[in-house]
Every structure is written in C-alpha cells, then in structure tokens.
C-alpha cells in the first residue's frame, strides 16, 4: 500500500478484517482509526473506556526471535528453552522435539532456508536464528502483506542489515524477496513490541509485529497498558479513564526514565522528538526526574527548555544558572556506576543510596529511582537476602521502596500500569511476611491493606502471560479469593 492509500478509511477495513481472520474481531470495537493531531494516523476511543476495561485484543502479523547480539537460543517452534537441537533436515534452526520439527509453520520455512541456501548445516546457527524473522515476512499470506505495508516503515542506511548478515550467510534471495524483506526490517524497526515469554527460566524475549498496537501513537503519559497473552497476542487496556474521541497511546520508554533518556531514546530508536505534556515540563509534573542539586543551596536545578539538555539549566531557589554539560557529566557519572553495581552488593547499593547520592539529585531523580528498584528485586529474591532471611528493618525499608515509587507512578499520571503491579505484588509479600512473623511470636497482628494490593496487581496483569506464578494461580483458580 502506497502512502497515498494508508487513508484512515481503508486502515480501519483493513484491520478489522484482520483481527477478522486471526480471531481477534469485536462487532462493536472501541476503537477507530482517525487522522491525529500528533501527526499522520492514531487510533481513538468510541466511547467512554473505564479504568481497567480491555480496549482490544491484537494479534501479531509477524513474530520471531529478536535480532540482538547473543539473544537466548529457543525453540523456533514451541519457543522454550530446553533440550535444544538443530533441526535434522539442515537448516540449522534450533527445536526441542521432533513434534516442533514437523511442525506445519517450521517446515514451511525450513523447506525455504534449504531452497535460497544451498550448504546444510548439522549445527545450531546462531546468526541465522538471530535474522530469521525477515525471512519469516516471505511466507506471509498476501492479505497480511497487505497488512504489514500499510505500517510506517522507518528507511535509514542502519535499517536492513538482517538481510545482508543473512547474504554473508550464504543466501541468495530473488530481487523482489529482497527488496520485501529489507522493507519488513524498516517497518519493524519502527513497529516491533519486544514479547515477554513469560517462563521465569528462560531470559529470552520476542519481536512481534502487531498492526493495530502498532497504530497507536506514543506518549510519555499513556492511557493504555498492554501486556501479551499466552498466545502472544497483545491485551490492551485502559490504564486510566479515557473519555470517548480521546487519542490512545502506549508509552515507547520506561515509565522511570526521566526526560533526558526519554528524548534520547526515542530519537534513536524511533526516530521522532516527543511533545507530550511530560516531555514539555521540566519538572515532569513535579517530580524532577531529570533534575541535581544545586552546589550553592541544595536547591533543585532544572533546564530551562527540556528540549535543550545541553543548553541552560537554573536552580528554582537561588536562581544560579548552569550549563547543561555539567549537568551531562554528573548525570553521566551516575548512570556508569549504576550500571556497573555488582547486583549481589547490597551493600554497597544501600551505602550509595542512603549516601552519596542523597547529596548531588532530588528524592525522584532517574538514577535514584532505578537504584530503588534494584533494591526491591534484591530483598526477598537474591541469595542471603530471601523472605526468610530479611530482618523486619530490611523487611520495612523494602516496604517503603515499593511505597516511594508507587507514589511516583501517581504523581506521573500513569494508572495502571506494570510496573505497578509488580510492586503492589511486591507489597503485599513484604507485608504478609511481616503479618507471619506476628503470629509466630504471638505479637498484635498486622492490619494492612495487603489484600488490596495482590487484587490490584491481578487485576492489571490478568491476561499476562510474565505475571508471577501466584498471581496466575490466584486469576486461574479464584480471582476474589486472596491466598494468605
């Protein structure tokens, strides 16, 4: 499809029959494809969506292994992890069972890997594991072509170097396959939504190319949180209220990234500089995510014009101005030795936390709020710092961790979201650990909230095939029923 034919109309027919055809369609959809004031197309609410309420289900048009250096080997077929072989007929694809070795969708694209090259491989490829996800777009049925070229595709010389790794291969594709191909690579370099696999063993994720999730535009304040089901289709719901004929919109970036990294991100990985109301107040809606302490008075200091990170910066209490490059060598000094902690010190991230850091950024800046959240994945999961082990202090200063960012994600305006309901499960193991250790010592029990915290949590990751083991267990067998 032509740019002059990616209509608003036509997108909306095009959509629903395939939504149609993969099993996905509602009659009466609550949203619709329009022309967006953020520029091209968005898709818009039909009507008043509530909190929580799905918006839609998509399914993926296109879905492989993602093409990053050293990506997790998994079954091309099943997509787990164990007992890993190539597959005997030479392609060098890696499955787990003879029954993912004959599968219909494998077949099809070995019988096409052996047929564009000639060597047959008795190994495992890594490299041909990592860029077969083009080669895939080749066995697409013509409707769903169709599909895949009404999606924006981003045309730079770093786009489409999968087909070239796969011709250093060794394969010879006809013109018009190769010309496809490097097009699929430039629409998913713009569309793609990395897939959790959900198996808390296996580190490796998916690239999903999703039509209409992929329609949505991007805000740094979104209304909708998705998550993928255990057919990796994508479960959209609304994160907060969303009035009939409003924009939907995902959120491309962290939710914890302050403007900075968020402006720098998408830039480069989507090509576009965000506008949303976020992006265009420096301090982020009071949070100062972005912002360091004033040398002078400890006062907060924040750019001038967020859009400017190495233009002015000025304290709002004694007024000093900086330039942002000395603002760009501390912040960039945090970021190196936040990603250069050990994750089994906990020491050392606490001393850091409660230390130095305390002393050069605001309570919300980005490098302390990623260090939080560090923390909270430490407590109660590492080696020496399980449930079992953490005393009350350590037990209460987790507690307050989830609180601090919970408190963020409010001030942010981001509803529901993930992030936040892995921090109300987290909540609620920090406190029923505490409430079970009253009762062994016979002490006053708790009285807490806890049992609104794991029904929130289950509430915004029903469909989500990475929520923990409990949650799933409490959404398959009695979702009003609190496990204690």
């Known amino acids: 499809m032509s740019v002059s034919q990616r209509s608003a109309s036509r997108l909306n ?62 079954c091309v077929s099943c997509f787990r992890q164990n007992n890993l072989a190539s597959c005997n007929r030479g392609c060098g694809l890696p499955v787990c069972c003879a029954r993912c070795q004959d599968a219909s969708a494998h077949q099809r694209e070995c019988k096409l890997i052996r047929q564009y090259r000639s060597e047959t491989l008795n190994d495992i490829s890594s490299d041909l594991f990592e860029n077969l996800t083009p080669i895939r777009s080749l066995l697409l049925h013509p409707d769903d072509r169709e599909v895949v070229t ?29 010309k496809f191909m490097r097009f699929v690579c430039c629409v998913l370099d713009a569309n793609a939504f990395e897939v959790t696999l959900g198996r808390e063993n296996i580190k490796s994720s998916l690239r999903g190319l999703y039509p209409l999730g992929s329609l949505a535009n991007h805000s740094c ?42 402006l720098y991100h998408l830039y480069k990985t989507k090509h576009f500089v965000c506008k949303c109301p976020r992006c265009q107040d420096p301090s982020e809606f009071g949070t100062y995510m972005s912002s360091i302490l004033c040398k002078s008075c400890r006062g907060i200091v924040s750019p001038l014009n967020p859009y400017k990170s190495h233009g002015k910066w000025q304290c709002r209490d004694c007024k000093k101005v900086i330039l942002g490059r000395e603002v760009g060598e501390l912040t960039t000094l945090l970021g190196a030795i936040l990603r250069d902690i050990d994750q089994k010190d906990f020491k ?108 929130e949590a289950a509430v915004i990751m029903e469909h989500d095939v990475g929520a923990p083991e409990e949650i799933i267990n409490l959404l398959e067998h009695n979702k009003d029923k609190i496990p204690v």
């Open 13 to 74: 027919l095009l959509i629903l029959n395939f939504l149609n055809r993969y099993g996905s369609y509602e009659s009466d959809p609550k949203w619709e494809i329009r022309e967006s004031k953020v520029g091209g197309l968005g898709v818009f609410a039909t009507c008043d969506i509530d909190v929580g309420e799905l918006v839609f289900i998509d399914s993926p048009v296109l879905l492989g292994p993602r093409c990053i250096p050293d990506c997790p080997l998994i």
């Open 150 to 178: 009404s999606l924006i595709a981003h045309n730079r010389d770093q786009h489409g170097h999968e087909v070239t790794t796969l011709k250093s291969l060794g394969f010879q594709f006809k013109e018009d396959d190769e």
């Open 221 to 262: 304040v979104p209304n909708l949180v998705h998550t993928f089901n255990h057919r990796h289709q994508m479960v959209a719901k609304a994160a907060v209220f969303i009035p009939k004929d409003t924009e939907l919109f995902h959120s491309y970036t962290r939710l914890i990234w302050g403007t900075t990294t968020r």
């Open 348 to 455: 050392f991230m606490y001393n850091f936390l409660q230390g130095k850091l305390k002393t050069v950024v605001p309570e919300y800046n980005q490098v302390t709020v990623e260090l939080k959240y560090k923390i909270i994945w430490h407590l109660g999961h590492k080696q020496g710092y399980t449930w079992e082990e953490l005393t009350i202090d350590l037990l209460e200063f987790k507690e307050s961790l989830c609180k601090d960012i919970l408190l963020l994600l409010e001030k942010l305006r981001c509803g529901q979201n993930k992030i936040r309901a892995l921090l109300l499960y987290e909540l609620f193991c920090c406190i029923r650990e505490k409430r079970n250790r009253s009762k062994a010592t016979s002490r006053n029990p708790i009285t807490n909230d806890m049992d609104s915290y794991i029904k």
